[in-house]
Nanobody
Framework: QVQLMESGGGLVQAGGSLRLSCAAS????????IGWYRQAPGKQRELVAG???????DYADSVNGRFAISRDNAKNTVYLQMNALKPEDTAVYYC??????????????WGQGTQVTVSS
């Protein structure tokens, strides 16, 4: 009952910036954690930035200091501001939400993904 839709991806030059948006709909009040993952071809999907259950924020070491996650609760939207982009940031970026039904068990919801390509 949670739907996620990403937007804002595109092609940028190294050093440029993009802002990704994730709009949540449906049973948004049930979302406990929300954030951004990315996956490059041949690589595992990895957490980029996210709000944990309880509200604390995690960043991948590779993006810490360059990316910033934020949210607008009134709009049910989460953003990822991406600055100083590098070619290695090239990936499909996915919005993810988790709905806990046990202390360590949850349902996963995923958006369709948005492509970010950074040229050198």
């Amino acid at each position: 009952q949670v739907q996620l839709m990403e937007s804002g991806g595109g092609l940028v030059q190294a050093g440029g910036s993009l802002r990704l948006s994730c709009a949540a709909s449906g049973s948004t009040s049930s979302i406990d954690a929300i954030g951004w993952y990315r996956q490059a071809p041949g690589k595992q999907r990895e957490l980029v930035a996210g709000f944990r259950k309880g509200g604390s924020i995690d960043y991948a070491d590779s993006v810490n200091g360059r990316f910033a996650i934020s949210r607008d609760n009134a709009k049910n939207t989460v953003y990822l501001q991406m600055n100083a982009l590098k070619p290695e940031d090239t990936a499909v970026y996915y919005c993810n939400a988790k709905q806990y039904y046990r202390s360590t068990s949850y349902f996963n919801y995923w958006g369709q993904g948005t492509q970010v390509t950074v040229s050198s």
